[in-house]
């Protein structure tokens, strides 16, 4: 399987740039592309990323999504003198020419093409490509929004037509709608076109009318365009993440796409003064992330907006950081998405539902008394300041964003352990780890005697479980201690040994540790209550612990099928964890699972956002199979292949449903409706 992640970078696209004073597109500048690759250096990501070099894009690579007019006349820039090129740039809304901006967009299509073809023969796993001038608003036949040739849009088109690919998954996390995409794809339902944008009921920029959430594709497309408008300034780390629990990530797996691009605009993000977004640079490293599980891990990640440069650049290393599957820092802030946010991702929902098996219990009765679509009326401004004022202000707020993200980026940034996975020595070589693991020597008998006699007196007279224990414990230290970021533990007697784990991380002084139980297992009530939340994924009615807002019961039986688990773990254990926010993650596999080994290696996944990446996983199961599946997703791989798509069951549905509306007042990230409850 491949490894390693692409870096594109050629200091040529630095060369087109505004000539002229156009206040419009002056933040367009060259720096967003060197200041960025300065950041990833100072990061020292950019040894650690495989040197990939940009081409030139050839005519016939552009001819795949423009015309040939359009063509022509980008080339014909080359020669021409400022005031042609300024007559030229004025036919478009919101772009500029320079003589070198025909080789500079040229170089941008190539880019993103070598970061294709790298991931496709399999030479890295994932990339990204630092490109100017961006894509996403470019059309058929015209440039817009500082956009000439629409790389990704190319890049979709040659990975059709070079790999023979049928499912391309496009995420613009742009805060503009990249309206050249969706035309260019609208009635396509190989391509599924994702995007979110700043909206504000089409007052702002482009100001259609198809980036609402009502332009779901057009004939064979329809479904495969997916557009979630905010309607508000604001939106922040909370908001970004519930529009991929409840809406990105479950059509996203049912689609099961070969090859995931992202139009990766970081105009998103806090500082940008296009966006007026909240969101900080950490929430991009747990978007990638969430998009590493798809596609085998095939992604490529290529730039398009992003203003502030710091905002920008910080952004951009978060990103190549996860791509290098470094672990992910804490996402923060309060995690609670915003009313507006909620509305807009009911809608989209709603408008989806036709398509895609996911929502097809989705209550959609609301509708018909939804005044999200009219325009809401203006505020009007009493003191409305002038231009030049509004320059002044956003400066210092410029400025204010840069000083808050230098220290907030030295808070939240920490050291990685250089080796990811702790296992103990009876079982190293038995689970073929892919990456270098530290192979740890169980604590002997009385040691194990002395930490887990303070609160576990009377278990540790056994011997089966002193030994299991003196592994556990030895793995679970080296996570506590920052030596390893995960380990894996076998026990014969799990639930011991999770109860052993729980106190002890406790008692060392963790806050918060999320319980994971999949599959039967006793249980043991455990005391430490409020500092633990259990969400239990077995069918075992568990008895003293209803009404806890600390135990959590799925009451899984076993016919649940894998889309069934995955519904729960996206649309529940996902969101609910986020709300949490731990500090530590356990999770225990027992035996007579209803839950396959690919959902278990999901649900590894995708928690790996979580608490730092610390996760100790116990599994009493000692299928090999699994053993190896959980190491491979703890060490970091993508999840293999999981087969054909099984359609929900009603029950199942109902059941997440019932026990959202019953837990969103506590865990505020799986609220995506406002019917009821909020
Ligand atoms: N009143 C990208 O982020 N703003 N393009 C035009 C007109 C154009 C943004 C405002 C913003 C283009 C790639
Ligand atoms: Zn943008």
Redesign the pocket.
Known sequence: MASGTALIYDEEMTSHKLLWNDP?CDI?VPERLSTSYEQLQFYHLVERCVHVPAREGTEEEILLVHSSEHLEVAKSTQKMGEEELKRVSGNY??FFFHPNTYRCARLAVGATLQLVDSVMLGKVCNGMALVRP?G??SQRNAAN???LFNNVAIAAEYAKLKYGLQRILIVDW???HGQGTQYIFEEDPSVLYFSWHRYEHQEF?PSLKESDYDAVGLGKGKGFNINLPWNKVGMGNSDYLAAFFHVLLPVAFEFDPELVLVSS?Y?SGIGDP?GQMNATPEVFAHLTHFLMQLANGKLCVIL????HLKSLSESVCMTVKTLLRDPIPQVTGEMAPCLSAIESIQNVRAAHKPYWKWLMYEDTSFLHNLSTKSHLPKTTNTNPSTDHEDKITNNSEAVKIERFLELHMRNILFPVPPIRTATSESKASSYLLPAPVCVVKEMDKNEVKSLASDFYADLVKEDKTLHSLGSMLAILDKILKKEVCNGIADSPTASVSVDVALRYSVHFGFQRVLCIFVGDMQIIPNTEDGKVLVINVCEKEQSGKIGSKYFISLNWKEDADRSDFFSAVLGFILPVAYSYQPNLIVIAVGPNRSIGISGISLLFGLLQGLAESRILAVIEDTDVNLMQSVAKALAGASVPHVGAYVPLTQEKVCKIKILKDQLQQEWKMLQCSVKDGI
């Open positions: 419009i367009e809304d919101a961006p996403h608003h929004g500082f956009c742009d805060v503009h920029w605009g105009d296009e398009e907006g992003g203003y």
